[in-house]
């Protein structure tokens, strides 16, 4: 079983955590040169404020005091990030860094009784300890655990983790996944299949290994693979 360790909104998490008034308020993070949005708060996401959306088209919210703006500070984000990279560490003998605000730890090891209190502890520990909100989603591939990510920051009474570890869990979440959130298709991959009726995770397991090869070749064939459950 893998365990994918995503930080809230991270960049946004990391002001918060260097201001602590700004909880509870929406905040963005602006790109270099402070020229597009490229972090948001829940608060701020609430507002319809669009990942990339530019700084020039936000001038009314922030002179009407409505959302917070910040510029990015990178060294302390990775400061931040290897912090809760060291808790991780501590914890389970093997850890892949995906990004800043990532990472797959693998549960071998560790009985499925342990895997969720001690996920639920992490979470708990690198909220106190840093002050950034974490998601963890466990499943048996990289990609259900990215999907079951999702849903453990999408719907508090996770508590902040999502297990998928039975075929009627893996089954209803491709079912409620959204062909644009699978990590491997995303937003770019997503335009094509929609047009031939691939529309959820779900669908998209549904077709023939040989249709999946055609259309979206070796990559494809590897999603694929995983959400049906098999690394």
């Known amino acids: 079983m893998y365990a994918l360790v995503d930080c809230n909104n991270f960049f946004a998490s990391c002001e918060r955590a260097f ?4 909880e509870g308020r929406p905040v963005v993070v602006l790109s270099n040169n402070d020229g597009c949005v490229v972090a948001r708060s829940n608060e701020a996401k609430a507002l319809e404020i669009k990942m990339g959306t530019p700084f020039f088209k936000l001038k ?7 959302l917070n703006v910040r510029s990015p500070h990178y060294a302390p984000y990775g400061d931040m990030s290897a912090r809760g990279m060291n808790i991780l560490r501590s914890a389970v003998p093997k850890i892949e860094v995906y990004s800043i605000d990532e990472s797959f730890l693998s549960l071998d090891g560790i009985s499925p009784a342990d ?20 998601s963890i989603g466990i499943a048996p591939t990289k990609t259900l655990g990215k999907m079951a990510s999702h849903f453990a920051k999408r719907y508090p009474g996770y508590h902040g983790v999502c297990v998928i570890d039975s075929e009627e869990k893996r089954i209803k979440a491709l079912k409620l996944t959204s062909i644009d959130d699978v990590w491997g298709i995303g ?3 997503a335009p094509k299949l ?18 999946v090869q055609k259309h979206l070749g070796i990559t494809g064939v590897r999603t694929w693979k995983e959400l049906q459950g098999t690394p």
Do not use: H, K
């Open 19 to 22: 201001q602590p008034q700004l």
């Open 187 to 189: 937003w770019r991959g």
């Open 194 to 211: 929609m047009t031939m009726g691939v529309l959820t995770a779900y669908d998209l397991t549904a077709r023939p290994l040989e249709w």
């Open 60 to 66: 009314n919210l922030v002179d009407s005091g409505r």
């Open 115 to 134: 895997q969720v209190p001690m996920c639920l502890s992490l979470v708990r520990q690198i909220r106190q300890w840093t002050g950034i909100p974490v």
